[in-house]
């Protein structure tokens, strides 16, 4: 059976599930085809979840447009999508007479930009705003600001999808046909076919392989991995703001730094190494130690028992290895393949950035198709940015007598509750893998990481949910938790 819409999105990634909320405020019928059976499971949930300002980059780019425009959009965005934001401003800090020089011209730059408040600042106002920084003079930003990556993509998902716009998960288009009349047919390797008037290629890592399969073969992708440290919550308070050295001319990133997260974890790097596998998330053993080393240079009072895990990112990157740097966002409305919106190379500060890409978009898929605005568009997402242990005592209380799931802790690093556990498995977009309750609920982010958690989640799965062994995914269809059975119950129950 052919699925037909006016839109079809490829690529479930912050940006492209901003571009179907967007498109949801219209009568058009629109879908995300997401090859991981989650939305945000690559380079959207694997960043330093940074909202940055905009004096990175050159005036007049469309990273400096969008990076300034979508940052001024998040206030209203995460509180109408219940997703949490701070906004803590960022040093940028000079060990040196280069580096002073540098933060002089980032300031010039970020002013032509249009970024709001940025000021030079010697020692004595550094230590005021982050005691114990190191560095001769720091570039403050007010606007940068720190936010839940996977917390925003998830939310413009399922606010989408509450507006109408329709997700199928789990499927990797696998090919690209033009239809005689006009518009596409797009097949999947799970053996679906949809059609659509427009597409919208928003595939990240893979935005150049999709480009091939349209006949597109002006771009590469080089994919950039970044490692990461992430630290226990003990240390949370620690870092007033955001503390990043001055950059350095032609890296493939903004070097490595310490960031505190909204829910009072912090990150340590990331590294930049350039790979052949856009999905070799690994860490290593090198960078992890040179990631504690600088770590506890920037951060002393770190011990060895607060580093609880590591984890990994990729870029997409248009800048080959041998050329660092970076390139300008590519987006495009192609005159020479019909219909094809192309989005490529959207990384760093394609977070920020992601709101304002969709208007941008939003403009290009007007001039294809009518745009009339749906009346019934609700641009906000039900629920709470606060986890019950974040609650005032007295509506925890409220919460209990009302229903006893909420008395129930289920991850006990966190204090994540039963009741919570159950919503985010009855996630409005059906997604069931142990990572997607982790991103909705928490659980297993602590300490133990998932040592407590994990078996009292798979109970609930399988008492209340009827879950077998089978049906255990940690992440994707390739990533079994269980094979069978270990030894029967009484009266023929398994466990």
């Avoid at 001039?367 to 005592?393: M, Q, T, Y």
Wanted: charged share 25%; aromatic share 6%; hydrophobic share 35%.
């Amino acid at each position: 059976m052919v699925q037909e819409y006016d839109v079809l999105v490829i690529g479930g990634g912050v940006v492209g599930c901003a571009i179907a909320r967007e498109l949801s405020k219209f009568r058009v019928r629109t879908a995300v085809v997401e090859k991981e059976m989650d939305v945000g499971l690559g380079t959207s949930c694997r960043n330093s979840g940074v909202l940055h300002a905009g004096f990175n980059y050159a005036p007049g780019t469309l990273r400096a447009i969008l990076d300034v425009k979508g940052n001024q959009m998040m206030d209203d965005l995460c509180r109408d999508l219940k997703v949490k934001i701070k906004r803590i401003g960022k040093l940028t800090v000079a060990l040196d007479d280069e580096d002073e020089a540098t933060l002089r011209r980032l300031k010039e730059q970020g002013e032509a930009n249009g970024v709001p408040g940025l000021e030079l600042i010697g020692r004595e106002r550094m230590q005021q705003i982050q005691p114990g920084v190191e560095g001769t003079l720091a570039l403050h930003s007010p606007t940068s600001s720190i936010i839940s990556p996977y917390g925003l993509t998830i939310g413009l998902a399922e606010n989408a999808l509450a507006n109408g716009v329709n997700f199928h998960l789990g499927q990797r288009v696998t090919s690209l046909s033009p239809l005689a009349g006009g518009g596409w047919s797009v097949g999947t390797g799970s053996g679906e076919t949809f059609t659509a008037k427009v597409l919208v290629n928003a595939a990240g890592l893979f935005s150049a392989e999709v480009c091939r399969m349209a006949g597109i073969t002006d771009y590469v992708i080089y994919p950039c991995r970044g490692e990461y440290y992430v630290l226990d919550r003990r240390l949370d308070g620690t870092l007033k703001a955001l503390i990043y050295p001055a950059p350095k001319k032609n890296a493939p990133g903004l070097g490595i730094h310490l960031t505190p997260t909204v829910d009072g974890n912090i990150l340590i790097g990331p590294s930049a190494e350039y790979l052949n596998d856009p999905e070799d998330h690994g860490c290593t053993s090198d960078v992890m130690k040179e990631l504690r080393r600088e770590g506890r240079e920037l951060l002393p009072e770190i011990r060895m028992t607060d580093y609880i895990r590591n984890f990994a990112g990729i870029r997409p990157k248009q800048t080959p290895p041998e050329v660092g740097g970076n390139k300008d966002f590519v987006i495009e409305d192609r005159k020479d393949v019909l219909g094809f919106i192309n989005l490529v190379g959207i990384e760093s500060p394609g977070l920020t950035s992601a709101p304002a890409i969709a208007g941008m978009v939003r403009e290009m898929v007007g001039k294809h198709i009518p745009l009339l605005p749906d009346p019934s568009f609700n641009p906000v997402r039900p629920g709470s940015p606060l986890f019950f242990s974040e609650l005032p005592a007295e509506e925890k209380a409220a919460l209990i007598a009302d229903n006893p799931n909420y008395g129930e802790i289920i991850c006990r690093c966190e204090k994540i509750t039963k009741q919570e556990i159950l919503d985010a498995i009855s996630n409005p977009l059906g997604a069931r893998t142990l990572v997607s309750i982790k991103y909705r609920a928490r659980a297993s982010m602590g300490r133990c990481q998932g040592g407590f958690c994990v078996p009292r989640i798979t109970r609930i799965l399988r008492d209340e949910f009827g879950w077998k062994p089978q049906d255990f995914l940690k992440r994707s269809a390739g990533s079994p938790l269980f094979v069978g059975n270990v030894r029967p119950e009484k009266g023929g129950a398994v466990r």
